[in-house]
């Protein structure tokens, strides 16, 4: 991105839209398990306070991508990103809504988290990256799984972690 | 406002792009939702296709065929999230998250399917116009219950304005609707 227009609309209006991918790119980078990617929308002075986790961005990274592999899948739904920009300085409200299939005691269980990104951005070098995050949950539900449907219809195209997903096949997917 | 820069003229046109692509992606869901074809047939080229895991369709039949299929069922809620874009020129690709909630007769009674997934979408901008060129849909989750769903008792008695489909649904009264485009 190019240096700050001096017209704030415009500038604010091209920085809300770097922010919002920043954002994408980071729910995309939990539910496909891309380390480097989740790690890419920090700076490295960046801190976090996820209640159970406080720290900077790697050992965020590290603590995240380490607790998902452990579910058998996840969806991180992204809902209403209120993002101000006041210079090269950005604050967000980012909605968000987690689904977390894991196994307990055998059975397999969905866990909903809702809550909302907390955030500071910073611009530095034309570049937005989140400089805070506190993660606010405003409620969660653990349920039985229910999906035999899933189980029962083979022929569906199943979302995968890392490179097996489509998402991460951008060549296969320009020919198809 | 003052003079813009080349890069900054290529940086509100990637801003403006990518808002048109995603009123594309949400007039989907309204088509979809309100099972209007109209509103539907707006979101893909004519020669698109689409592959929501059962097999690659053009996205005309597919979407006359949908639209026949959602009327079998009681009411749907199409809500999409995130939306990474990513584009090359005239085209584009694009990654939406969705919750696809379906009302609909079960074997015993009314059940509540929640579908949680993603739709791959590959976009092109003919002639100034973004839509679909090629839709692939990712399920990442679901769940089926039996229906909890309450419409005259306790706080449900006061919400008398439900959601239906066009034309009877009350979008369909609003000015500037029309019933096709946005």
């Known amino acids: 991105m190019a240096a700050p227009h001096p017209d704030p609309r415009l500038d604010s209006l091209l920085s809300r839209q770097e922010i919002y991918d920043q ?22 002075d960046a801190t976090t306070d996820y209640g159970f986790y406080k720290g900077g961005p790697d050992g965020f990274v590290a603590f995240a991508q380490n607790a998902l592999k452990d579910h058998l899948s996840n969806h991180h739904m992204m809902g209403q990103a209120l993002i101000e920009v006041e210079g090269d300085v950005g604050f967000g409200e980012i909605y968000f809504q987690a689904f977390h299939r894991f196994v307990d005691d055998g059975a397999e269980k969905d866990l ?29 539900r653990t349920e039985p799984a229910a999906d035999d449907w899933l189980k029962n219809t083979p022929d569906v195209v199943i979302g995968y ?3 097996a997903d489509l998402s991460n096949q951008r060549e296969k997917v320009r020919t198809l | 406002m003052s003079q813009l820069s080349d890069a900054e003229i290529a940086d509100l046109r990637a801003v403006i792009a990518k808002q048109k692509i995603t009123e594309v992606l949400t007039r989907y869901c309204r088509g979809i ?17 689409t592959d929501y ?44 998250y969705c919750h696809a909630y379906h009302e609909l007769d079960g074997p015993a009674g009314r059940l509540e399917m929640v579908v949680g997934g993603r739709y791959l979408d590959r976009l092109e901008h003919r002639d100034g116009e973004w839509r679909i060129a090629e839709r692939i849909y990712v399920m990442d989750w679901n769940r089926n219950i039996d229906s909890t769903c309450q419409w005259d008792e306790g706080i449900y008695a006061t919400l008398k304005t439900l959601g239906s489909r066009k034309p009877e649904d009350p ?12």
């Not at chain 1, 955030?119 to 995050?133: S, T």
């Not at chain 2, 979008?171 to 946005?182: D, E, H, K, N, P």
Request: charged share 30%; with cysteine; net charge neutral.
């Open chain 2, 171 to 182: 979008l369909y009264g609003m000015r500037g609707v029309g019933g096709t485009a946005s």
């Open chain 1, 112 to 140: 909903f988290v809702s809550g909302r990104y907390i955030d500071r951005y910073e611009r530095r070098d034309g570049v937005w990256k989140i400089a805070h995050r506190t993660e606010l949950v405003d409620w969660a």
């Open chain 1, 23 to 44: 954002c994408c790119r980071y729910l995309r980078a939990q539910d496909r398990l891309m380390p480097a990617l989740h790690r890419s929308v920090f700076w490295d």
């Open chain 1, 161 to 163: 972690r890392g490179d």
């Open chain 2, 33 to 49: 939702d309100r099972c209007d074809l109209d509103a539907l047939l707006t979101v893909f080229w004519a020669d698109a296709e």
């Open chain 2, 53 to 96: 895991g059962s097999g690659r369709r053009n996205a005309v039949d597919w979407s006359v065929a949908t639209v026949g299929a959602l009327k079998g069922m009681h009411r749907t809620q199409h809500s999409i999230g995130n939306v990474l874009i990513h584009l090359e020129g005239e085209r584009a690709s694009a990654e939406t």
